[in-house]
């Protein structure tokens, strides 16, 4: 089982629509919870992160962290084209050693 | 402001041959990493350095050694290079401190293994 476990899609919204990406993690110590977008042929960009139980919203973005289930997602509202990418799942694992473990990402594409 | 820079950006090596991928940060960032990315796989994790003087091996180490030089550079070696290694390295960095491990990205190296 790998550490991290994400539906690699490819997930296909129409244009205004709520996109909802799902992550799972197997190590119970995870402290911290980051989701990455790609854009094909460049480096993975950093859109959200969160280290609480809960939501958190950042414009279009929400991330959600439910620790007990070892579960977080990221909903992206009102999506538009260019939002079209591959989104990683990112979660540091190993307690304090910092070791941040990706998911195999979700392919997004948002249909105009 | 540089940020985290790899080189080479492209390289073609021959079954057998070696190189060492190079990565600086100038974020002053405790942690380093190694990553590959091949297509549907995500980014695997190769080694990873916590903190100056440490590295440790990651998701896929097999066939790869690191040197944390010194806090800003983290270099990979491939000594025997395969085939299998055909991928995208990209090298990361981070605070790595408490909950800042915010990981930022280099451009990334293309690497083929005829």
């Known amino acids: 089982q790998k550490e991290v476990e994400q539906n690699s899609g490819p997930l296909s919204v129409p244009e205004g629509a709520i996109a909802s990406l799902n992550c799972t993690y197997s190590d119970r110590g995870s402290q911290s919870f980051f989701w990455y977008r790609q854009y094909s042929g460049k480096s993975p960009e950093l859109i959200m992160f969160i280290y609480s139980n809960g939501d958190k919203e950042d414009g279009r973005f929400t991330a959600q962290l439910n620790k007990a289930s070892q579960y977080v997602s990221l909903l992206i509202r009102d999506s538009q084209p260019s939002d079209s990418a591959t989104y990683l799942c990112a979660v540091t694992v190993g307690g304090a050693t910092n070791k941040l473990i990706f998911g195999t990402g979700t392919l997004l594409a948002v249909q105009p | 402001n540089a940020g985290v820079t790899q080189t080479p950006k492209f390289q073609v090596l021959k079954t057998g041959q070696s190189m060492t991928l190079q990565c600086a940060q100038d974020?002053?960032?405790?942690?380093m990493y190694w990553y590959r990315q091949d297509p549907g796989m995500g980014l695997r994790l190769i080694y990873y350095?916590?903190?100056?003087?440490?590295?440790d091996k990651g998701e896929v180490p097999n066939g790869y050694n690191v040197s944390r030089l010194n806090k800003r550079e983290f270099s990979l070696r491939l000594e025997s290079a395969a085939p299998s290694q055909t991928s995208v390295y990209f090298c990361?960095?981070?605070?790595?401190?408490?909950?800042?491990?915010?990981?930022?990205f280099g451009q990334g190296t293309r690497l083929t293994v005829v």
């Open positions: 974020m002053n960032h405790n942690s």
């Open positions: 990361a960095s981070s605070e790595g401190v408490g909950m800042n491990t915010e990981a930022f």
């Open positions: 350095s916590a903190s100056e003087g440490t590295t």
